[in-house]
């Protein structure tokens, strides 16, 4: 396992469409361990592979909860809005308000190649939403408003 380097800013990786995992293997799962090793040490709740510049379909997630790792996710019913509070770990120092699905229902693959659904509210819906915008090209900054500077 190693901590990788975030890609930041207009890095043009994060602007591209990742392509789905065709197949679960040990680089996979190296890729897994690598991104909860970089997520955790950056203080992140999420991470999509793009973030490393690895322009595949893999997010992991930890609002506190445990990791969930997401291969190929995919939103399959979301409802309702909920506005408030976003930053990115490829956007440091920036924060912006992001209205979100309020409910999110998420289906993907497991490290062992298994189908899944992870339901989320509240945090882990944000989460969700926001990491699989990665993969598909897309940062909180696009849909943004309000955007300012965290004064540390």
Not at 67 to 86: C, H, T
């Amino acid at each position: 396992m190693a901590i990788r380097i975030i890609r930041k800013n207009e890095d043009p990786v994060l602007r591209e469409v990742s392509i789905p995992v065709q197949n679960i293997n040990k680089n996979v799962h190296k890729l897994l361990d690598d991104m909860a090793d970089t997520m955790y040490d950056a203080d992140g709740v999420g991470l999509a592979a793009p973030q490393i510049g690895i322009l595949k379909r893999v997010v992991i997630i930890d609002i506190g909860d445990g990791i969930i790792e997401l291969i190929n996710p995919e939103v399959i019913d979301a409802s309702g809005e909920m506005p408030g509070p976003e930053g990115c770990l490829s956007f440091p120092g920036l924060t912006g308000e992001v209205c979100r699905s309020e409910f999110v229902k998420v289906k993907a693959l497991d490290r062992n190649g298994e189908e899944f659904t992870v339901e989320g509210t509240g945090l882990l819906a944000r989460a969700l939403q926001h990491e699989i915008d990665h993969l598909n090209g897309v940062v909180f900054l696009d849909i943004a408003e309000n955007i300012y500077e965290n004064k540390r």
